[in-house]
Nanobody, 124 residues
Framework: QVQLVETGGGLVQAGGSLRLSCVVSGRTQNSLGMGWFRQAPGKEREFVASMSWSGLGTHYSDSVKGRFTISRDNAKNTAYLQMSSLKPEDTAVYYC?????????????????WGQGTQVTVSS
């Protein structure tokens, strides 16, 4: 059974930084495409960032490009989302997801496994 567990969320002031971690268990991460999504209250889940199994392919949403960085450490079975210059509109529950296709995809339909989410709150 593959499980994803996110950590690192919390409350931060606008302009601050947070790093989210996603630990994959039950399967080695090195064949999985990894993605981060978020869902704000009253809104649909939206794509944030993704990375292919090799780390060579990445995608970012326009709203976070230049501020967020996705990375992975396959030896640790962990993916990361470094978030900088945070804005109040970044407030959401952030979800980690894994795709067995191994690619970097913006589509939530590509991801088979999902974490439980971690809350990020940015105060103004």
């Amino acid at each position: 059974q593959v499980q994803l567990v996110e950590t690192g969320g919390g409350l931060v002031q606008a302009g601050g930084s947070l790093r989210l971690s996603c630990v994959v268990s039950g399967r080695t991460q090195n064949s999985l495409g990894m993605g981060w999504f978020r869902q704000a209250p009253g809104k649909e889940r939206e794509f944030v960032a993704s990375m292919s199994w090799s780390g060579l392919g990445t995608h970012y949403s326009d709203s976070v490009k230049g501020r967020f960085t996705i990375s992975r450490d396959n030896a640790k079975n962990t993916a990361y989302l470094q978030m900088s210059s945070l804005k109040p509109e970044d407030t959401a529950v952030y979800y980690c997801a894994a795709s067995t296709s191994g690619g970097s995809s913006r589509s939530s339909f590509e991801y088979r496994y999902w974490g439980q989410g971690t809350q990020v709150t940015v105060s103004s």
